[in-house]
């Protein structure tokens, strides 16, 4: 097995165990991390000398719809309704097997050149067999850590989640690709009656799979009393958004281990509305973070990691202007509280606290390496602050299960030409249709759109 030593770097291992940051080697024999200290001997391992630069652990984008790659941007104007009367009830239905391929490729491709060594992909347009087989194998392929969370399209509210699909994706190439594992994408208690969530949250626990589900724009309905009757809240809950839940129902789900997800800049874009993560953080947790689809932003987690800090931030002040007519004389939340929800707090809402999210002797080798030579970052003063920072220039190199996906700022064994023209070609098909649609299409639109409105509206008009 192979054996790299990186030496001469800043550490940031966000392990309690170590300092914020340190001048240290990292020991990679195979797939793990074997040891973090000063001046390690190297033991016949390939030296890299990493003077200059900061050594963060693989970031985790524990939300994102990679399907929806090739349509990159055409929905950046886009407000809650229209992505979802546009993406899922207009375009979604011509995606191909191939459509869905090339997307999960390159969105995943693009995350491990940002620095995202592991991502939950939210694949919820998995209308065949064929649709969820090209996903995984893309996934396979990008040669990224993933949790393959299976999903169907909208709509169908009296339908639970298809388990027979499920046991057959977990016998598949999912149960022999050490860096895939499998969940299920519900619609949950906002999109679907209290019985068919109970159902499905029931099939994802005696599965031991993790189920992500969608709350937004309006207080939760009664599925969640239903849940919580059930008992079916777990440390393998997943609630993406998450916004319009009370105080008193985030602390229920944060005693019960549920985790949360938080989509910053999708959110305050779109309409989702924003305040969740504060309630987390005042029920003794703390949220993960997403990027969701970039149809409408950008697919950087480090993005979200700053803007949610900054809204957090926000608030904090805001508060204490209410009460003092001043901002808040200190920040409670810090960078590293940031970098924290896009490593540890990723890992463990995906359920791999035990394997990534951290820089500690027995964790898979999952690295990242900051360039903090380059001018945007120089002179790297605070090395936690330099990581948060960074942007996808700054990602000099990603190491995932000790294999090198990028190093010396170039992705390794990718096809960069051959992914970009075919994503061309198929998001092409999709942006003529939304721009130049026909009239059964125009026709289909509205009609779609009534529908979205009275759903959100219904929604917003639940009660417990």
């Known amino acids: 097995m192979s054996r790299t030593l990186l030496q001469g770097g800043q550490v940031v291992s966000m392990s309690p165990q170590r300092p914020d940051s ?77 459509d ?17 060594t592991t991502i939950a992909d939210w694949s919820h347009n998995c209308v065949t067999s064929e649709h969820a087989d090209a996903g995984v194998d893309a996934l396979t392929r990008a040669g990224i850590r993933a949790v393959f969370l299976h999903g169907t399209p909208h709509g169908l509210r009296d339908r639970s989640h298809d388990v027979a699909e499920i046991d057959r994706l977990s016998a598949g190439l999912i149960a022999t690709d050490p860096l895939l594992s499998l969940g299920m994408a519900i619609k949950g208690p906002q999109q679907s009656r209290p019985e068919v969530v109970v159902a499905d949250l029931r099939a994802a626990a005696d599965r ?78 703390a949220p993960s973070l997403g990027t969701d689809t970039e149809m409408v932003t950008s697919g950087e987690v480090l993005i979200a990691a700053r803007l949610l800090l900054a809204v957090q931030r926000g608030i904090q002040h805001d508060d204490a202007l209410t009460r003092t007519g001043l901002g808040a004389g200190e920040v409670a939340l810090t960078a590293e509280d940031a970098l924290s929800w896009a490593t540890v707090e990723g890992a463990r809402a995906l359920g791999l606290a035990d394997r990534v999210g951290r820089i500690e002797a027995g964790m898979e080798a999952d690295l990242v390496v900051v360039d903090a030579r380059m001018l945007n970052l120089w002179p790297p003063h605070d090395a936690v602050a330099s990581a948060l920072n960074a942007n996808t220039a700054n990602i000099e190199a990603v190491m995932v299960a000790g294999q090198w996906r990028k190093r010396d700022h170039e992705l390794v064994g990718v096809d960069l030409p051959t992914i970009k023209d075919e994503l061309r070609r198929s998001g092409n098909e999709f942006a003529r249709r939304l721009r130049l649609p026909g009239t059964l299409d125009k026709v289909r639109r509205r009609v779609v759109r ?15």
């Open 100 to 116: 869905i391929h090339i997307a999960t490729l390159a969105g995943a491709v693009t995350q491990l050149a940002a620095g995202v």
């Open 450 to 464: 009534r529908v979205v409105d009275r759903q959100l509206s219904a929604q917003a008009a639940q009660r417990p």
């Open 22 to 98: 340190e001048r240290a080697d990292v020991l990679v024999d195979g797939t793990r991390i074997v040891a973090v200290g000063e001046d390690l001997e190297p033991h016949g391992a390939e030296v890299v000398d990493l003077t200059g630069r900061v050594v963060i652990p693989g970031l985790i984008n524990a939300h994102l719809h990679t399907w929806q790659t090739s349509m990159r941007y055409l929905g950046a104007d886009w407000t809650l309704p229209q992505y979802l009367a546009m993406a899922h009830g207009e375009i979604a239905r011509h995606f191909r097997p191939g």
């Open 208 to 285: 031991g799979l993790l189920a992500s589900m969608h709350q937004s724009a309006g207080p939760p309905g009664p599925g969640w009393r239903a849940v919580t009757d059930a008992g079916l809240w777990s440390p393998s809950t997943n609630i993406v958004h998450g916004t319009g839940l009370p105080q008193d129902l985030v602390d229920t789900l944060v005693a019960a281990g549920a985790t949360f997800t938080c989509t910053p800049e999708n959110e305050l874009g779109q309409g989702h509305t924003t305040r969740l993560a504060e309630r987390v953080i005042a029920a003794g947790s």
